[in-house]
């Protein structure tokens, strides 16, 4: 079935690195992909999206590019801030299937002032 | 403001009873899920719907039920059957199909004592 694998954390990074989150995906179908954000305590937000091969999404200067070749999707910031400490969530939805969407098991990120 | 409120966001239950969280979204959407979150387990699928009165079991679905009487209303039942049932409860709604995302509710965090 469809999985999403992201590397496992917790990731620590001094302020103003450059971050990296890897993303792999297997689907049989033509998924959308998601980066999700938990604070602590709280649910989940969408960060950013891409629905087809090629497309970047892009939000509060994270982005994340759908290589279908490769079956990716990395998340990149140039220069993290302590306040993006969280919980990062990649995942899936593949519409051509049953519609569930699929979620990897989260990377911790820390960022030392 | 349209979104999806889980009430209520801390729950304590003795062993041996059912207890029930509540799930409602104003989105109008027709897809909504249950997701369980233990740490380094990411999230893992209870249950989720389609449409009124239809539901599916996700992947850990034994010990729970719901219900969907209302496009509006998700409620989930956690039964004295689910062995380990202490965790953090996340609701979630989605357009059907097409590959979109899914919005969150705050999480609601179910504690045995």
């Known amino acids: 079935g469809d999985s999403v694998t992201q590397m496992e954390g917790p990731v620590t990074l001094s302020e103003e690195a450059f971050l990296t989150i890897n993303c792999t995906y297997t689907?049989?179908?033509?998924?959308?992909l998601f980066w999700y954000v938990q604070y602590p305590g709280e649910g989940l937000q969408l960060l950013l999206k891409?629905?087809?091969?090629?497309d970047k999404g892009s939000n509060k200067g994270f982005e994340a590019t759908y290589r279908k070749e490769t079956t990716s999707f990395h998340l990149e910031k140039g220069s993290v801030q302590v306040s993006d400490s969280a919980v990062y969530f990649c995942?899936?939805?593949?519409?051509?299937?049953?519609?569930?969407?699929?979620f990897g098991k989260g990377t911790r990120l820390h960022i030392l002032p | 403001d349209g979104g999806i409120t889980q009430s209520p966001k801390y729950l304590f239950r003795k062993e041996g009873q059912n207890v029930t969280l509540s799930c409602e979204q104003n989105?109008?959407?027709?897809?909504m899920y249950w997701y369980r979150q233990d740490p380094g387990q990411g999230l893992r699928l209870i249950y989720y719907?389609?449409?009124?009165?239809?539901?599916q079991k996700g992947d850990i679905a034994e010990g729970y039920s719901v219900s969907r009487e209302k496009k509006e209303s998700f409620p989930l039942t956690v039964t004295s059957a689910q062995k380990n049932p202490t965790a953090f409860y996340l609701c979630?709604?989605?357009?059907?199909?097409?590959?979109?995302?899914?919005?969150f509710g705050q999480g609601t965090r179910l504690t045995v004592v």
């Open positions: 989105l109008n959407h027709d897809a």
């Open positions: 719907s389609q449409i009124v009165n239809d539901f």
């Open positions: 891409a629905t087809k091969a090629d």
């Open positions: 689907a049989t179908g033509y998924p959308s």
């Open positions: 995942a899936l939805r593949d519409r051509n299937r049953d519609d569930k969407i699929i």
């Open positions: 979630a709604s989605s357009i059907l199909g097409g590959g979109t995302e899914a919005f």
